[in-house]
C-alpha cells in the first residue's frame, strides 16, 4: 500500500519556523517530482512548492519565494519543506504530493497532475 505521511504541522507565531517531513512507504518516488500543496479554510487547494527527481530543480509559489524552501533525501524516500518567516496568511492544511506517472520530468504545479496525496498537516500561524 503506498502511502504519503506528513508531519511536522503545528502551531508557531508570526515570523517563527517550521519544518514538514513526507515520508513515502509502499513505493519508491526517488524518480519523479514530488509537490507541496495547501489548504486554508474556505479557499481551494494550491501550490507551494516542488521539487524534481534529484533535487536539482524546484519551483515555489510567489506568495512563499524566500521565505520557504523544498528539498528531498531520496535515500530515506522523504521530502521537506522548511518554512521561515511564517505569516498568519500561511495558515492552511498542508499536503504533500508525488506525481508517479512524470519519471524523471519537469515538476508540475497543478494539483490534477499529482496521483498520490497525504492526509495532510495542519499549519497555524498567530499573529
Known amino acids: 500500500q503506498v502511502r504519503l505521511v506528513e508531519s511536522g504541522g503545528g502551531l508557531v507565531q508570526a515570523g517563527g519556523s517550521l519544518r514538514l517531513s513526507c515520508a513515502a512507504s509502499?513505493?519508491?518516488?526517488?524518480?519523479?517530482?514530488m509537490g507541496w500543496f495547501r489548504q486554508a479554510p474556505g479557499k481551494e487547494r494550491e501550490f507551494v512548492a516542488g521539487?524534481?527527481?534529484?533535487?536539482?530543480?524546484?519551483t515555489y509559489a510567489d506568495s512563499v519565494k524566500g521565505r520557504f524552501t523544498i528539498s528531498r533525501d531520496n535515500a530515506k524516500n522523504t521530502v521537506y519543506l522548511q518554512m521561515n518567516s511564517l505569516r498568519p496568511e500561511d495558515t492552511a492544511v498542508y499536503y504533500c504530493?508525488?506525481?508517479?506517472?512524470?519519471?524523471?520530468?519537469?515538476?508540475?504545479?497543478?494539483?490534477?497532475?499529482?496521483?498520490?496525496w497525504g492526509q495532510g498537516t495542519q499549519v497555524t500561524v498567530s499573529s
Open positions: 504530493a508525488a506525481d508517479r506517472h512524470n519519471w524523471r520530468g519537469v515538476v508540475p504545479g497543478t494539483e490534477g497532475a499529482y496521483e498520490y
Open positions: 509502499g513505493r519508491t518516488f526517488s524518480n519523479v517530482p
Open positions: 521539487i524534481n527527481w534529484n533535487g536539482g530543480s524546484t
